[in-house]
């Protein structure tokens, strides 16, 4: 069983268009994340919550939404997506907020923006 | 601003070679330091972690060197192989919350 599953693992979309990448832990964690890898593979944090609740939000574009409908799931709406926007974004989860907790890893969601 | 610098950006080492990556630090609020490997199409799986109060932390042909005063820290893959071909990147976490600041990682190519 996938830990942490992200869906879809590929998105082509034009500019403009807005998009939805969905992720699912089936690990019991209480912390959930999004990451933004560009293609330099720099790897950044865009948002986490524990138990539903927002923790962190880094300086991201308010185009990007995150909503979490219960504590397995975190997803991301990107409202008139961007040429910017082309990375590869991750899901992520821990047990808590404690930061000794190895975060757990989907296998990403590429997205190209035409 | 990068919190954590790692270097070198790219590794070219021959099977059986030891592989060296650095990572040096600012903030004297990270308390938490791992080190994930990642396989191309995949997510970063965590590989080792150590905290500051040991200098250094051996998991089977894995080890980290901590040096608190320097602020640094390195990962040592000692007879490297093929298959530890892969991009390796070290974080630091500050002792509140889980927020990770990632270095920009190393591509680790093993030649056999």
């Known amino acids: 069983d996938t830990a942490v599953s992200q869906t879809p693992k590929y998105l082509v979309t034009q500019m403009g268009n807005d998009k939805s990448i969905k992720c699912e832990q089936n690990l019991g964690h209480d912390t959930m994340y999004w990451y933004k890898q560009d293609s330099k593979k720099f790897l950044k944090i865009m948002f986490s919550?524990?138990?539903?609740?927002?923790?962190i939000n880094e300086t991201v574009p308010n185009r990007f939404s995150p909503k979490s409908p219960d504590k397995a799931h975190l997803n991301l709406h990107i409202n008139s997506l961007e040429l910017g926007d082309s990375a590869v974004y991750f899901c992520a989860s821990s047990q808590d907020l404690q930061n000794n907790q190895p975060q757990h890893f989907g296998d990403g969601t590429r997205l190209s923006i035409l | 601003q990068q919190q954590v610098k790692q270097s070198p950006q790219s590794l070219i080492v021959q099977k059986g070679g030891i592989s060296i990556i650095n990572c040096a630090y600012e903030?004297?609020?990270?308390?938490?330091f791992p080190w994930y490997q990642q396989f191309p199409g995949k997510g970063p799986a965590l590989l080792i972690a150590?905290?500051?109060?040991?200098s250094e932390k051996k998991e089977g042909r894995f080890t980290i060197s901590f040096n608190k005063s320097a602020k640094q820290f390195s990962l040592h893959i000692m007879d490297s192989q093929p298959g530890d071909s892969a991009t390796y990147f070290c974080a630091a976490s500050p002792n509140t919350g889980n927020q990770f600041y990632f270095g920009t990682g190393t591509s680790l190519t093993v030649i056999p």
């Open positions: 903030n004297t609020a990270f308390d938490y």
């Open positions: 919550y524990n138990n539903k609740e927002l923790i």
């Open positions: 150590i905290r500051p109060d040991v």
